[in-house]
């Protein structure tokens, strides 16, 4: 099944306690992302990847950082949490090396809270 | 930056009642895509529509285009319990089509 995977689902965590979300996807997509979704502010983009050892930040970086070694991964990393990165936290991905023409498939998100 | 906004924010019908919804955004785009969120759920692509469209039709989904009002919206006829959900616009920016910038979405409630 076509599918984009994030783990953990839910994860609760202290600050300063380095934590990674892994994305991994079985379509052999080139594009891969990560947005937060916070209430009121829709979903923001944190990171995007175009292809293997290609990453560019999106419009709320600061604070993850990302790595793309294969093309089936995406972890995205928080190396020294703070609270307000609580949120729900969403990988996606897409053919080609685009996010705006093509259909983004989503995973199920992973629920944040930093205490 | 917010490139989309959906209008009305909040929406509740009765089944077999139509529902539309908009979006309004910023700056020229290439693309515009509707996305459907299940409460707490990953999203799910519904449509995607080029500049240079006016309308597009996916079973009981319609979406038009309108780049001169730099505006799109989103029906769903006949709308059915299962509908419920909250709906997104996503855009990309006419000289870079890598983003896809989300608005705050529309949340649809049908009522049985």
């Known amino acids: 099944e076509a599918q984009v995977t994030q783990n953990p689902r839910y994860l609760i965590t202290v600050t300063g306690k380095k934590l990674t979300v892994t994305c991994s996807q079985n379509?052999?997509?080139?594009?891969m992302s990560w947005y937060r979704q916070d209430p009121g502010l829709g979903l923001r983009q944190i990171y995007y990847?175009?292809?293997?050892?290609?990453?560019d930040k999106g419009d709320v970086p600061e604070g993850y950082k990302v790595s793309r070694k294969e093309k089936r991964n995406f972890p995205l990393i928080l190396e020294s949490p703070s609270p307000n990165q609580t949120s729900l936290y969403f990988c996606?991905?897409?053919?080609?090396?685009?996010?705006?023409?093509?259909?983004?498939?989503f995973g199920d998100g992973t629920r944040l809270s930093i205490l | 930056s917010q490139q989309g906004e959906e209008d009305p924010q909040a929406l509740s019908i009765q089944e077999g009642e139509n529902a539309t919804m908009n979006c309004s955004y910023k700056?020229?785009?290439?693309?515009l895509q509707w996305y459907r969120q299940n409460s707490g759920r990953g999203l799910v692509h519904l449509i995607l529509?080029?500049?240079?469209?006016r309308e597009k039709h996916s079973g009981r989904l319609r979406v038009t285009l309108d780049t001169s009002k730099k505006s799109s919206s989103l029906l769903i006829t006949a709308s059915r319990a299962a509908d419920t959900a909250s709906y997104f616009c996503?855009?990309?920016?006419?000289?870079?089509?890598?983003?896809?910038?989300f608005g705050t979405g529309t949340r649809l409630q049908v009522f049985p």
């Open positions: 996606a991905s897409s053919f080609f090396n685009s996010g705006g023409n093509q259909p983004q498939h």
């Open positions: 379509m052999n997509h080139e594009y």
């Open positions: 990847s175009m292809n293997v050892e290609v990453t």
């Open positions: 700056t020229s785009i290439n693309n």
């Open positions: 529509i080029r500049s240079n469209e």
């Open positions: 996503a855009t990309d920016y006419f000289y870079n089509t890598d983003k896809l910038i």
